[in-house]
């Protein structure tokens, strides 16, 4: 069975940056969609970005683009989500998923394995 497990979260303040990491452990196989998703309090999942294990294709999504930086080491099993110019908003728990696929999805629905994710709060 696949197991993800996401790590890095904190409190930072507002401009700051932080970088999560989301390891995957029992040896996937094929290639696999990485993705990251976020959760406000009483909200649903919001799409952040994914990247193809294989051939790192990325997406983002519109709330993030050109502050996030979604990348993957595959010898390490692990995708990276490098965030920068944080902002209060941006305030979530953070999910790692994977699901085996190549094509880039932006629904929640499309990915079967997610991490229990990893907090973020950012300060004004």
């Given at each position: 069975?696949?197991?993800?497990?996401?790590?890095?979260?904190?409190?930072?303040?507002?401009?700051?940056?932080?970088?999560?990491?989301?390891?995957?452990?029992?040896?996937?196989?094929?290639?696999?969609?990485?993705?990251?998703?976020?959760?406000?309090?009483?909200?649903?999942?919001?799409?952040?970005?994914?990247?193809?294990?294989?051939?790192?294709?990325?997406?983002?999504?519109d709330s993030v683009q050109g502050r996030?930086?979604?990348?993957?080491?595959?010898?390490?099993?692990?995708?990276?989500?490098?965030?920068?110019?944080?902002?209060?908003?941006?305030?979530?728990?953070?999910?790692?998923?994977?699901?085996?696929?190549?094509?880039?999805?932006?629904?929640?629905?499309?990915?079967?394995?997610?991490?229990?994710?990893?907090?973020?709060?950012?300060?004004?």
């Amino acid at each position: 069975q696949v197991q993800l497990a996401e790590s890095g979260g904190g409190l930072v303040q507002a401009g700051g940056s932080l970088r999560l990491s989301c390891t995957t452990s029992g040896r996937p196989s094929g290639d696999f969609l990485m993705g990251w998703f976020r959760q406000f309090p009483g909200k649903e999942r919001e799409f952040v970005a994914c990247i193809s294990r294989y051939v790192g294709k990325t997406l983002y999504g519109d709330s993030v683009q050109g502050r996030f930086t979604i990348a993957r080491d595959n010898a390490k099993n692990t995708v990276y989500l490098a965030m920068d110019a944080l902002k209060p908003e941006d305030t979530a728990t953070y999910y790692c998923a994977a699901v085996q696929r190549t094509l880039p999805s932006a629904h929640e629905e499309d990915y079967d394995h997610w991490g229990q994710g990893t907090q973020v709060t950012v300060s004004p």
